[in-house]
């Protein structure tokens, strides 16, 4: 009998996929094989060589004065990577330097490709709030994508560090507070980076960092101290970065912090014990900037020898900028302070990625001139950046004053038939603050500001602006908060936009006060005095404090810094063009005084259970308990209807399911999200944890059947001994739109 193609090419897919382990494993081999007989050719000082990276900025920008000496060790094979290289004309120029060096050793070209390169998406935080595994995997792609054509071949990204203190300016930089969200989004962004295998010339390897719990610093201050329980590392902190190293992530790069007064860069335990011991990690760690040699000013290392010696017996692998492997760590394998396989086996690290590159074979295989032109001439990146800013909005309120003619019951989206909006604030035609911090310097894409985007979609409803203040709003005089409060009374409605300016959010960019900055409150209150309905589009890299716009205005649309295309994903929010369908990935606090705080807190001995009555319980006087927006929040313009709920054994394990019906008139994503608590534990377990979730399109009337399988992973934890696994008694299953938002519940015992 004739087999049909069909079936050929299946058979054909299925013993692909049946041989790749084995081909990779023969792979692996064979590079293997290569380092080996490569570092027998090499001296220490060449081994050491690859360990040390520093930054091109005066190679591509002004020259320094010690311009000579780096090209000279260059030349000499003293270096093994950089950062801060871009473009292909100069990785070019560097990487023929390299091929001067005696082995010619090709140099890896790293750069902080964190929400994009030309084309900018938006943050990681905001990219979060989408709950949308499949855009965000293609989002970090198309990143990749930019950054492999212009010579790249490393990014710093994703940063994967669970982070409840919006405190921390680098809470930007991640996926929010969740640990089960995290590592999911980790997976993604890994995924995206690096493609399905590395060496393509559309992927880059990817970073997971910063190892460990650099989310947790003290107060939020950033590069600060972090104490915590190794039982609260390992739940909590830990996990996103196992996720990373599950896909496949290349590198991990340590953190600045002390942990538990030991610093993460010559942290044995981490990086030895539990990152290449525990967890088989074959990769390389990279020091962050200057880690090494800071071991000294923390009072960890006596001096930059010291330092140098401590990193490398704790398995930091490469010195990111911090000269000290490179004038210390010779002498310190001849003193026998570090032993020669140390170096031997963080240079083969380093060297197995080259290989794996491909850079041996082609060193120039990432810096081709027309793919670059070719690729950031690539107009669906755009309108990939228009999806993820569209899917990362998060509707915190509408309503419940609609406008005349909506079709809904709330001010959003806006009426057709409006005659005139009024768009005010110090961010509405902004477009530098829509991109937001860790951008790629040079030539962006450029930039839709929120103005831009509504006149672009307004039709024949007349737009008039006003700014108000500058961005910031450090100062709001008379005259312009008079013409904004002119322009605002003979509109139908206002559009003011405000927020944080994007140099507020990310790396030393931590805040006592995350209340509105400046005068913008006093803005709002000004407008809220002519009656007129308000929708306030907030832009920001964290949650911030704003009890009175959260109180008094009509709407209120979180679109964080969208990117590149920004302006015209608000835009198609307001207008209904988009049915939002973002949810919130970390807690919006009250006030300050509640920080740091999550959805999945510990209940006490004393609970609340009449927030009227909170004598002697575990409560402040001044401030409800509860976040201002919790975790998981976030509207739609229609509704969802959560019933027959039913729990039924299924295997080892059990099947929870229940209907999902759209019942409103549009159709919308709704983000199913599952929470487990286990009820009496041998420790203490938070009141929930999200442990799955699903985005489901539904249309008007629309229903559907949801399942979640519920087994080991969703009810096992770690016990005081630091073992996972389930213990019997009884569990709490839920489900809802939000963390406080719980539609249907169910007991389940394990016997």
């Known amino acids: 009998m004739k087999t049909s193609p069909h079936v050929a090419l299946a058979r054909a897919a299925a013993s692909l996929l049946l041989a790749a382990p084995l081909l990779a494993s023969a792979q692996d081999a064979q590079i293997e094989r290569k380092v080996a ?25 002004p020259t320094s004065s010690d311009y000579a000496d780096k090209l000279a060790d260059i030349r000499a094979g003293r270096v093994g990577s950089m950062l801060n290289v ?3 004309a100069d990785t070019r120029e560097i990487q023929a330097l390299a091929l001067q060096s005696r082995l010619k050793i090709p140099l890896l070209f790293g750069l902080d490709v964190i929400h994009g390169y030309q084309t900018v998406f938006p943050v ?27 010579g790249i071949h490393w990014t710093f990204a994703p940063m994967v560090d669970v982070s409840r203190d919006p405190r921390w300016g680098r809470v930007m930089e991640g996926a929010g507070e969740d640990t089960y969200l995290g590592s999911q989004i980790a997976r993604a962004r890994v995924l995206g980076f690096q493609g399905a295998k590395l060496g393509g010339t559309d992927a880059v390897m990817a970073t997971a960092k910063h190892f460990a719990a650099y989310g947790a610093a003290i107060a939020g201050r950033d590069y600060n101290a972090v104490d915590m329980s190794e039982h609260q590392l390992f739940e909590v902190y830990l996990p996103p970065f196992k996720a990373a190293l599950d896909a496949g992530v290349a590198t991990f790069m340590n953190s600045f912090n ?14 030895r014990d539990i990152l290449k011991g525990s967890w088989g990690f074959r990769g390389f760690v990279v020091s962050d900037w200057g880690s090494v040699r800071e071991m000294v000013p923390h009072g960890y290392a006596s001096d930059l020898s010291d330092a140098a010696v401590k990193a490398m017996n704790a398995g930091s692998d490469m010195d990111m900028e911090g000269y000290a492997y490179s004038a210390h760590l010779e002498q310190a394998v ?143 005089d008379a005259a312009s908060l008079e013409q904004a409060v002119k322009v605002a009374q003979q509109s139908d409605v206002i559009v003011l936009a405000v927020g944080e300016t994007w140099d507020m959010s990310g790396e030393a960019k931590s805040r006592t006060d995350i209340s509105l900055p400046g005068q913008q409150e006093k803005l709002f209150e000004a407008l809220k005095a002519t009656g007129k309905p308000i929708v306030a589009v907030m832009l920001a890299g964290r949650p911030l404090v704003f009890n009175t716009i959260a109180d008094q205005a009509d709407a209120i649309v979180y679109a964080w810094f969208p990117g590149s295309e920004g302006g015209n994903a608000v835009a198609s929010v307001l207008f209904g063009d988009y049915n939002p369908s973002g949810k919130l990935p970390i807690t919006f606090p009250r006030s300050v005084g509640q920080i740091p705080l999550s959805y999945a807190q510990y209940q006490t001995g004393r609970p609340v259970t009449d927030e009227n009555n909170v004598v ?15 975790f998981g929040h976030g509207l739609s313009y229609t509704s969802f209807a959560y019933t027959d709920l039913k729990l039924q054994r299924s295997g080892a394990g059990s ?21 487990v608590r286990d009820m009496v534990a041998s420790v203490v377990r938070p009141l929930k944890e999200l442990k799955s979730f699903q985005k489901v399109l539904l249309k008007p009337g629309e229903h559907k059947r949801i399942q979640f399988a519920i087994g080991p992973e969703q009810l096992a934890f770690f016990n005081r001994q630091l073992k996972w696994g389930v213990e019997p008694g009884e569990f709490r299953l839920m489900v809802g739109s939000a963390s406080d938002d719980i539609r249907l519940e169910a007991p389940l015992t394990i016997p």
Request: aromatic share 6%.
């Open 37 to 61: 007989a490569l570092l027998k050719q090499m001296t220490l000082a060449e081994k050491v060589g690859q360990l040390h990276q520093l930054s091109g900025r005066q190679f591509t920008g």
């Open 86 to 88: 871009k473009g292909v």
């Open 124 to 150: 990681p935080l905001g990219e979060s709030a989408s709950w949308d595994m499949d855009a965000i995997r293609q989002s970090a792609h198309i990143a990749a994508r930019e950054a492999a054509a212009s």
């Open 258 to 271: 002390t942990l538990n007064g030991v610093p993460a860069t010559g942290s044995a335990w981490l990086q």
């Open 334 to 476: 001849k003193s026998g302070k570090v032993k020669m396989s140390a170096v031997d086996e963080a240079a083969g690290r380093v060297l197995y990625k080259k290989f794996e590159l491909g850079l041996f074979d082609d060193p120039y295989k990432f810096s081709d001139a027309a793919r670059e032109k070719a690729v950031l001439a690539d107009s669906s990146h755009r309108a990939a950046a228009l999806e993820m800013a569209q899917k990362s909005i998060v509707l915190l309120k509408n309503g419940p004053r609609p406008l005349a003619g909506a079709a809904v019951p709330g001010p959003l989206p806006l009426a057709r038939g409006l005659k005139r909006i009024a768009v005010i604030g110090p961010l509405a035609d902004s477009q530098r603050d829509l991109e937001g911090g860790w951008v790629v310097q040079g030539e962006r894409a450029p930039v839709v500001s929120i103005l831009q985007g509504i006149r672009r979609r307004a039709g024949a409803t007349e737009i008039v602006h006003a700014q108000a203040c500058a961005p910031g709003c450090a100062t709001l």
């Open 616 to 630: 002697y319980k575990s409560a402040y006087i001044d401030s409800p308990n509860t976040p201002r927006y919790a």
């Open 655 to 675: 099947m929870l399911s229940f209907d999902l019906a759209n019942t409103g008139a549009r159709s919308g994503e709704e983000v199913v999200q599952l929470y």
